[in-house]
């Protein structure tokens, strides 16, 4: 493919002097904000970069794993319609990329030894939000829009699979609109111990379906949850870190 290479690369300095970057992904860094510039995403492929760089296709996805994951990096997958077959994969530069968006590796968070059981955890849950709601503030219109939010996600995610299929799931299911919810409202959003953007985190919310939902929901049964002290911020950060897991395991494009 054919790309141009008149525009400027650009290594902001939260890129250049992050310690667990190494040299190459901030390079590849640099080359995806120079192919942004055209239409403000890169389509380049794991090849285009290997090729230029050198190096197997491998490297090249380790290294967007990394950008992705720090929160340097959005990648967006498009699909044929109607199918779940990809037919180019865009990657976009976070407009102000967080430090240190991860600071625990994903093995700590899913893999620390617990006491609660799952059932127990979905009703903290449910009980921390809703008691955060109660005692919040909120204008009535943000009540309303939350409500609406809840309704479409629950068409988004096809509500009535797992009432006609896995009802005993729904207590986790409505626990995890809620905490879809409430990001979406919020501004921000503390995530892995970092406050987010709405605008970063929405895109991988409007993911979710009933395969994602289902996936975590079995993914976080019988997780650790010794010492957390808020449960639906474990769940947000959870899910997100999920959903992204998710989509990194479809860079090998």
């Known amino acids: 493919m054919e790309e141009k290479r008149s525009y400027y690369a650009i290594i902001p300095a939260n890129v250049r002097y992050d310690k667990s970057l190494s040299a ?27 090729d230029l760089f050198g190096v197997s296709q491998k490297s ?16 967006k997958m498009i699909y044929r319609e109607g199918t779940k077959e990809i037919l180019e994969r865009h990657l976009s530069i976070v407009k102000q990329p967080m430090e240190e968006i991860f600071h625990t590796p994903m093995e700590e968070m899913f893999h620390t030894p617990m006491e609660e059981k799952f059932q127990d955890n979905i009703k903290e ?100 949850m010794r010492g957390v002290k808020k449960i639906s911020a474990y769940w947000q950060s959870a899910f997100i870190n999920y959903l992204r897991e998710e989509e990194l395991i479809k860079l090998t494009i």
């Open 125 to 224: 849950i449910n009980t921390t939000v809703n008691k955060s709601v109660s005692q919040s503030n909120v204008k009535q219109e943000t009540d309303e829009l939350t409500d609406e939010i809840r309704k479409s996600l629950k068409t988004q995610i096809d509500y009535d699979y797992f009432e006609d299929n896995f009802p005993e799931d729904l207590p986790g299911v409505d626990a995890l609109i809620d905490c879809m919810a409430e990001i979406l409202v919020s501004p921000r959003t503390k995530i892995n111990g970092n406050m987010q953007l709405r605008t970063v985190l929405k895109p991988y919310i409007d993911k979710a379906d009933s395969d994602s939902v289902k996936g975590f929901l079995d993914h976080m049964r019988g997780k650790p």
């Open 24 to 50: 190459n992904a901030k390079l590849l860094y640099g080359e995806i904000t120079a192919l942004c510039n055209d239409k403000g995403y890169c389509w380049a492929t794991n090849k285009y970069f290997s």
């Open 60 to 75: 090249v996805s380790n290294w967007i794993s990394m950008l992705v994951s720090k929160g340097y990096l959005f990648v």
